[in-house]
Structures are given as structure tokens and as C-alpha cells.
């Protein structure tokens, strides 16, 4: 029986299965851009006959290719196995950027993202107003202009590169110092006066195949009235340590957050902020540049993004406003 066998093979698929219509080689190298997946137009061609030769796809000359009801039902079937990629991702970054807290320079992860070449000053007013406005955001971002590359993509024209810092840069920062560490869920955070309340809900990397950030950017999750005001909802990610570790990461945290603003929360034992905590674990939540993308989506100016999609040198980006940071230990 035919299946699908690797990540590129899927993501191919589930282009024509969105689209719904015949695809082009040249739609599906955009489409794949999108996602981080950097590959020439003719290995998309390979991949394309090698699905057209197990049913999944058909061949429709210059206007490209179009699913088959095979391969739609195959795109159900390995949407259970595709879960796991965004997971892999994630902990891929965490295990590959290298940053020095003592010397505070090296590797961070950012979210990668595009913005229309003629709202750029509007965007960067939002963005310094929102990092103003709160210590909930790292206020760092990296701007790249047309025909430049922003980590491995350039930029298109009419179009402007945007690199924000990730809350993942501080998995990684725990992990390098000795720590376990599973940035496994987003959270939906609910705050007043800036504070965090209650989380409201926690969704798992490895219940989706889409980033579980982006499902909040596509669905304009109330970011830029909340961060403006300080009450309403906001997105932060999640991550667990072993509850023996919590003294010493807490002080690493402090020291990270230092250096990066934005706010991280460390939970107790049995306690965090609404949420069931996982036996012999810690939950920490952290605020990250993350929310800069869901406030221009929401605003209308974002045209696409990804999020902790690749790693650059620390130096390479540039704060908006004054460093301010919050760790909150409950």
C-alpha cells in the first residue's frame, strides 16, 4: 500500500489539497518557503512524480497538479504522523543555537516573518508603541529590505523581512546550562494590569500539524487592545523542567530575561496558574516576541510568518526601545 513517507512529501500534498485546484511547481516552492522548507524547483518535480506514481496527485500539463481523492485521503491519514514535525522542529532549534549568557552574545531563534513594503513604517510605530507600552515583549526585531536575505530567505520584492526574538531562545539557554527542558505547548494567557491571571488554554505542538502559534496569528488572538490596555489575552509558550531544577533555572531565567525583556512565569509544584501541573515537573510560561506577530496580523499588516524558524546571531538584531523584563515566580 502507498503512503506517504517523509515531511517534504506531505507538505507537497497538503498544498494541493488546500488549494483545491491545479498547482504550479512555482506556487508549491512559494508555499514551501513559507513553512522553511528551502528546496529547487526541480526536487519539487521529483517529489511531484513520485506522488503522481502512488495515486496521490495528477499530472495536468502547464496548469500544474491536482490531488486525487487518493491522495486527500492519504493527507487525513498521515495528518496523525505529520503532528510530531512542528515538535521536531522546535526542539531541533533548541538543540543546534549556542548563546553565551556570561558573555551575552551567540545564537538566538527568531520567528521569520513579511510585511508590505509600504506599511513598514506602521509597523515598526506599532512595534516600538507595544514594546513601550509593557515588559511583555522582547523589544528586539532584525529588518531586511528587498533583494536581501533574512537567515536563509530573501526578500521579495514589494515586500519587507522581519525577524522578532523567539521565547524559545530561552529553552535553549536552559538546556545549554545543564537543564532538561520540553517546550511542548502554547498557552492563552489571560492578564489584568499587565499581570498574568489565569491561562485559559494549552495546546499541544504535537496536537497540530500547523504551528500552534499561527493558528492564534491566523485567527487574530486579541493581541493589540490587551498589550495597549493590559487586560485581555494574550499568547505565551509553555515548557516543563524537572521540579529539582527550579531554584537554578529560576536564577538562569533571571539573568536571561536581563538581557532579552518580556515576561517569563515559574509555577509551583502543583500549580500553575489554573493548569494541572505534570508530576515531578515545573510549568514555565514566557512572553516573547511572538506577540509582535499576532498584533500585526490581527492589525491587518502581516502578510506571512513562522515562527522560531531559524536561528541568527544575537548581534544582528536591534532593540526598539529600552530593555525591560519581569520573572514572575508564583
Not at 498544498?15 to 522553511?36: F, P, Y
Not at 490587551?226 to 533571571?254: C, F, M, Q, S, W
Not at 546571531?313 to 515566580?329: K, M, R, T
Amino acid at each position: 500500500m502507498e503512503i506517504v513517507t517523509d515531511r517534504t512529501e506531505y507538505e507537497i500534498l497538503s498544498i494541493l489539497d488546500r488549494k483545491n485546484r491545479a498547482v504550479t511547481s512555482a506556487e508549491i516552492e512559494k508555499e514551501l518557503q513559507k513553512i522553511g522548507i528551502d528546496i529547487t524547483r526541480r526536487r519539487i518535480i521529483q517529489y511531484l512524480e513520485i506522488l503522481d506514481g502512488k495515486g496521490f496527485s495528477e499530472n495536468l500539463g502547464r496548469e500544474g497538479r491536482r490531488i486525487t481523492d487518493a491522495g486527500r485521503e492519504e493527507v487525513g491519514k498521515a495528518f496523525g504522523a505529520s503532528t510530531d514535525f512542528i515538535y521536531d522542529r522546535v526542539r531541533s532549534m533548541i538543540t543546534e543555537a549556542q548563546f553565551d549568557i556570561e558573555r551575552k552574545r551567540g545564537d538566538v531563534i527568531v520567528n521569520l516573518s513579511f510585511i508590505p513594503k509600504d506599511k513598514e513604517k506602521e509597523a515598526l510605530e506599532i512595534i516600538k508603541k507595544i514594546c513601550t507600552k509593557s515588559n511583555l515583549i522582547p523589544p528586539f526585531i532584525k529588518i531586511a529590505y528587498e533583494g536581501e536575505k533574512i537567515y536563509n530567505q530573501e526578500v521579495r520584492e514589494g515586500e519587507t523581512g522581519l525577524a522578532t526574538l523567539s521565547s524559545v531562545t530561552l529553552d535553549e539557554i536552559i538546556l545549554k546550562n545543564g537543564f532538561y527542558v520540553d517546550p511542548h505547548y502554547v498557552a492563552l494567557l489571560e492578564i489584568i494590569n499587565y499581570k498574568p491571571i489565569r491561562c485559559t488554554g494549552l495546546y499541544s505542538y504535537q496536537e497540530s500539524s500547523t504551528d500552534v502559534f499561527e493558528l492564534f496569528i491566523t485567527r487574530s488572538a486579541l493581541t493589540y487592545d490587551a498589550l495597549l490596555k493590559g487586560n485581555g489575552k494574550i499568547i505565551a509558550d509553555h515548557r516543563y523542567v524537572p521540579y529539582v531544577a527550579r531554584t537554578r533555572v529560576i536564577e538562569l531565567l533571571r539573568r536571561a530575561v536581563d538581557i532579552f525583556g518580556g515576561m517569563v512565569i515559574i509555577g509551583r509544584r502543583d500549580y500553575e496558574l489554573g493548569l494541572r501541573c505534570r508530576e515531578g515537573y515545573v510549568g514555565i510560561l514566557a512572553t516573547g516576541g511572538e506577540l509582535i506577530l499576532t498584533t500585526l496580523a490581527e492589525l491587518g499588516i502581516l502578510i506571512y510568518s513562522k515562527t522560531a524558524n531559524a536561528i541568527i546571531s544575537f548581534n544582528e538584531l536591534e532593540p526598539v526601545c529600552d530593555v525591560g523584563g519581569e520573572v514572575i515566580v508564583l
